[in-house]
């Protein structure tokens, strides 16, 4: 597309596809279409023009310019703003284009635009004669300024109305319970276009994705587990039509997305809401809202994030996921782990006709003369927590309170008491969370310090192999180089790339815990920020402290005679605070004088509260 003949306009050539647009075979072909548009326009163009009119391109790699970004956004399209900086050093006098809306859709774009074909003083001409598309042409008159003005703003305009009739379309299929984006692991999309799109199972990875679910619910794994567990199974999404490996950050958004529940979200931007909807044509859920909240309840036990639970959790269901035995072990695939405690209730019935004593999870007839159950009857409700073994004859004994009396079970209340007093003793003043905040702060930056350069180490390794790579193959290329020793070449070019690939991993690897931590540090400030307005105050009861609990507290193990609350970083400091608070602490301060330059650091060990 070189044109060796005497004209006088400079002319730079524009070509853009936008990276947002969807349609992958519409964006593939429209470089080639923009291009073939343009030559066909120069040709007949310059052919009927004289020379002072012709379009001149002196260099197709420097005046052809490609770039693949949207023009929805100012500042953001490198190429086209070195092509404005050139322009304004008087290096083109005409920008070339297929259409207005391949130069802007925004406004600060186009008053560029408009402003190159303005003279800045009367004495110096404007920095650019034209601006064309293959149909249109504007020059510097006031009237082509404006009319230029105005198109390129109605482009604006369309984009703008476009994305309003795409939001509202979008609401409407959400309403309908129709998934609008990409199917996330587990499932697949069925159709081709957005707002089209239907979601079902993805029948290779469905029943192995409900199995992580199923195994995260026992509390017994933490998410590296299931990473790996996944990753035995090939568990795979799909994204662009290919399959990807997922990593510990999916796994962690897929337990608290709550569109495995069968819901999609339906968000108003400008109120800042968004709302969960099922409806009769929603995609197959793959958890319960019951089996949903317990995961979420495991994920703040971890500190992970995790949907705010719509109903308080009973205090049965959080000392489920806390209380230990400190007695035994339980043996879960082939690793010894702590033995949970497990709440059980059953009620003790007096038959109103034998007099027979009985007990049942639920009520029914007396087993000795088959009178049932009636107003008659004599009931009493017994609460109580367990060893949780599955065999009742493998149920640990306790000298539960230290009076050489062993018994299976101990009394619920006794449990919720003990709890309760713990952290009804916690509180938490405006000096004791800055200085846990700054700490959180300090330790995450430095965990992020070294990561970082960790990775930095990493790079420069791969950087190292890059240009070992390069040096291989420049050399490949030489005329002196034996057929050996491009066989050599070869082998050692695979062993490059093998720890290239290597390196890879273990960079990706460090990009996850960078992540991990972050999102730990994250949720233990909310969790510090929350337990501040619930502990600063001792108005509020027991209901919203318990809440805390799974933030809070790492375990509550009972032991013979021996009951231990061991309290999450930096809770710990709390606590040991709260207990010096509560008492002469010997070091000539008076009560509520606390020294803080004491507290632990918050990655010291954690200090159980007795």
Not at 78 to 93: A, L, N, S
Request: with cysteine; hydrophobic share 30%; charged share 35%.
């Amino acid at each position: 597309m070189a044109y060796n003949a005497p004209v006088s306009l400079r002319t730079v050539i524009y070509i853009r596809k936008s990276s947002n647009d969807k349609d992958e075979n519409h964006q593939k072909l429209s470089w080639p279409r923009q291009k073939r548009d343009i030559q066909e326009f120069l040709k007949r163009h310059n052919h009927i023009v004289p020379p002072s009119e012709r379009l001149l391109i002196v260099d197709e790699a420097r005046d052809i310019i490609m770039e693949d970004a949207s023009a929805k956004i100012p500042y953001n399209r490198p190429e086209f703003t070195k092509m404005i900086e050139r322009v304004r050093h008087r290096k083109y006098d005409v920008i070339l284009c297929t259409e207005l809306s391949r130069l802007s859709r925004n406004a600060v774009d186009t008053g560029t635009l408009v402003q190159l074909l303005e003279a800045p003083d009367k004495d110096t001409p404007p920095p650019l004669k034209q601006i064309r598309t293959v149909d249109k042409v504007f020059t510097i008159t006031p009237t082509d300024k404006f009319t230029l003005g105005l198109f390129l703003m109605v482009s604006k305009f369309e984009n703008d109305q476009r994305a309003v009739s795409t939001k509202s379309g979008l609401g409407h299929q959400k309403e309908k319970g129709i998934t609008t984006h990409r199917a996330p692991m587990g499932y697949r999309n069925i159709g081709s276009k957005k707002g089209g799109k239907d979601v079902v199972p993805d029948e290779e990875t469905w029943d192995d994705v409900r199995a992580l679910w199923e195994m995260t619910m026992t509390g017994d794994y933490a998410v590296s587990d299931i990473k790996r567990e996944g990753d035995r199974r090939h568990v795979t999404y799909i994204k662009g039509g290919k399959r990807y490996t997922p990593g510990e950050s999916a796994y962690r958004y897929m337990f608290r997305n709550r569109y495995y529940t069968g819901r999609v979200v339906k968000r108003d931007k400008e109120a800042g809401e968004e709302q969960w909807i099922k409806t009769k044509n929603s995609h197959p859920a793959m958890v319960t809202d019951a089996e949903f909240e317990k995961v979420q309840l495991i994920l703040q036990s971890q500190g992970y994030r995790h949907q705010r639970i719509t109903a308080t959790p009973s205090i049965e269901a959080i000392l489920n996921e806390i209380l230990i035995c400190g007695k035994c072990q339980t043996i879960v695939n082939g690793i010894s782990r702590t033995t949970k405690m497990t709440f059980e209730q059953k009620t003790r019935y007096t038959c109103a006709r034998c007099k027979h004593r009985y007990s049942a999870s639920a009520p029914k007839p007396c087993p000795e003369c088959e009178e049932p159950v009636s107003g008659r009857t004599r009931k009493e409700t017994h609460r109580y927590y367990h060893c949780c073994k599955k065999e009742s004859s493998k149920i640990c004994s306790h000298d539960f309170f230290g009076t050489g009396t062993s018994a299976k079970n101990i009394p619920a209340e006794k449990v919720e008491k003990f709890l309760d007093e713990g952290i009804s003793r916690l509180h938490i003043s405006e000096a004791l969370f800055n200085l846990l905040s700054r700490q959180l702060y300090t330790l995450w930056l430095e965990a992020h310090d070294d990561l970082r350069r960790k990775e930095d180490a990493l790079e420069g390794q791969k950087k190292a192999l890059r240009d070992e790579r390069l040096d291989y193959r420049k050399k490949s290329f030489k005329q002196d180089t034996t057929d050996a020793e491009k066989e050599d070449i070869d082998a050692l070019l695979d062993i490059n790339k093998q720890k290239d690939e290597a390196l890879g991993e273990e960079l990706d690897g460090l990009k996850e815990q960078q992540e991990e931590k972050f999102e730990k540090s994250w949720q233990t400030l909310n969790a510090l920020r929350e337990a501040k307005s619930v502990l600063g105050t001792e108005a509020i009861g027991i209901e919203p402290k318990r809440r805390l609990v799974l933030s809070m507290v790492s375990n509550l193990t009972i032991d013979d005679g021996n009951w231990t609350i061991n309290w999450k970083k930096p809770f710990d400091a709390v606590a040991n605070a709260g207990i010096a608070n509560s008492r002469d602490i010997g070091f000539g301060k008076r009560k509520g004088e606390l020294n803080y330059k004491w507290l632990p650091r918050l990655d010291s060990n954690q200090q159980p509260w007795r």
